[in-house]
């Protein structure tokens, strides 16, 4: 059983950065791939950014390359999101998701879901 809190949410001005916690509870967390999704207003939620278990390998959506950066520390079972560069299309709620050894960017790759920080840029 993985909990899930994600904090680092905010306004921000277009241009500017934010970086996106996500921090877990439970035992082994090491070997779980975490992902971050996004649902806008009226939206449906959207891959954002995954990293693999011990960190070897990343895999971003096409739009946030470049300027996302998405990095882990087992030793704080935490997962961070560097957001850089922001747009106003960028506002959304953001969730991170745990699955165990692999995932994707699928959503129902993943068994474990946190409640959402909000992310909001402004023009």
């Known amino acids: 059983q993985v909990q899930l809190v994600e904090s680092g949410g905010g306004l921000v001005q277009a241009g500017g950065s934010l970086r996106l916690s996500c921090a877990a509870s439970?035992?082994?967390?090491?070997?779980?791939?975490v992902g971050w999704f996004r649902q806008a207003p009226g939206k449906e939620r959207e891959f954002v950014a995954v990293?693999?278990?011990?960190?070897?390998?990343?895999d971003y959506v096409d739009f946030v390359k470049g300027r996302f950066t998405i990095s882990r520390d087992d030793a704080k079972n935490t997962v961070y999101l560097q957001m850089n560069s922001l747009k106003p299309e960028d506002t959304a709620v953001y969730y991170c998701?745990?699955?165990?050894?692999?995932?994707?960017?699928?959503?129902?790759?993943?068994?474990?879901w946190g409640q959402g920080t909000q992310v909001t840029v402004a023009s």
């Open positions: 439970g035992r082994a967390f090491s070997t779980y791939a």
């Open positions: 990293i693999s278990w011990r960190g070897g390998t990343t």
């Open positions: 998701a745990a699955a165990k050894f692999y995932g994707g960017r699928t959503q129902n790759e993943y068994a474990y």
